[in-house]
């Protein structure tokens, strides 16, 4: 997200602000504004993954097309049946839809051919874990009124996995996916969350015969299932839909933090620089989502209480995808089992040695309506002292492609 200074923009906005006497005007305006954003007035509350087990969870009394009533817990024979009347679960690479065993083994079937026999598991999924989900991911259920829309039965049986992936936003307003796994024997199976530096391992084998565990992440989150060691690993996947286009309304805690904020801003206004500031949000998003304003978590929080004071004072807010391109010599950790190592090893598994190219990009410009916004093409986005609360250059790469020659290795970021 990038704040601009629009100066030339409201002249009565800038004659009141020149107007009001500030005591101690912060000299560094990056520093005194992310010193703000660390206070507890501006703290989320909130998680980029939800995970919480029931024990007494209604059976979900599941009918297939073409395989009937699925028991539960599953045993052998049936699940050589239902096997029957499924199909080996794709990925998404790129524009393409892949079936490959080696990233992702498998099986699936599609919501059409489900049906919930027992009336009480619909109503629990929409009066018991759909709040418990959206509250514990800081989603609003009022502001958008989610909702839970069935899309996959998921099957894993022993050697099944899936390689860290993120999810593809499956319809429009899609923001979060919710798996539930039922009750079935199995060990291994673990799933890995990976969000911002920070990164879970959900392991619920040790009660998997005897509970149904609910898990749910943000679209963007890395995860991953490792291999299952033994038994059936069954799962029902959901997708969380914004039912609506959320609403930023703001709900700091403190005025005291407000008026800091406005004393910063005020300070800045006063100032010839900094012309802008990038603020990088926790989450990733695509086009679409930045058009509706449909924001996750931390930063829809973030968003919705400072947009109202900078608008008072004249600042523009916009919604920025950029981009940093790295090349270079790359340290290399050198060769394990992909599928039996965690996520942070793995994604960690090439290191940028000294940085030879890099460029930069942006795209993708609206406001907070959803509105584009051309930006000047000669804006620089180099500078390290405009980004926080840390720069691009720190973030986990999103892409990074590998290659070796000569001896040497080169990895690109």
Known sequence: MAWVDENDSNSDIEEEAEERALENPSTNIRKALQRIFTKDGFKYIGSYYASESYPQAPNPQIRAEGVGMITLP????????????????????????????????????????????????????????????????????????PRAELYKLLLYETGSHFLPHQDTAKTTGMFATIVVILPSQFTGGALELSHSGEHVTVDVSAMSSTSTHVVAWYTDVYHSVQPVESGYRLALSYNLVHSSVPSLKPSIRSNANTQELKHALLSWKARDSPTKLIYLMSHMYSYQELRRVSLKGKDAYFVANIRGVAKELGFR???????????????????FDDYYYPIVRRRKRHELGEVEEESWSFDDAVDLYGNSVDLNEDITLDDKDEYFPRTLAKTVPAEEEYEGYMGNVRVSF
């Open 74 to 145: 599953l045993t052998g024979a049936a699940v050589k049946h239902l096997i029957a009347g499924c199909k080996q679960a794709p990925f998404g690479k790129g524009e393409r839809t892949i079936v490959d065993k080696k990233v992702r083994d498998t099986w699936e079937m599609d919501a059409s051919k489900i049906t919930f026999t027992n009336p009480t598991w619909t109503k629990w999924i929409n009066t018991v874990i759909l709040p418990a989900v959206c509250e514990k991911l800081g989603v609003s259920i009022n502001a958008s009124k």
């Open 317 to 335: 807010l916009c919604l920025v995808n950029l981009e940093l391109h790295q090349s270079g010599p790359a340290i290399d950790f050198g060769d």
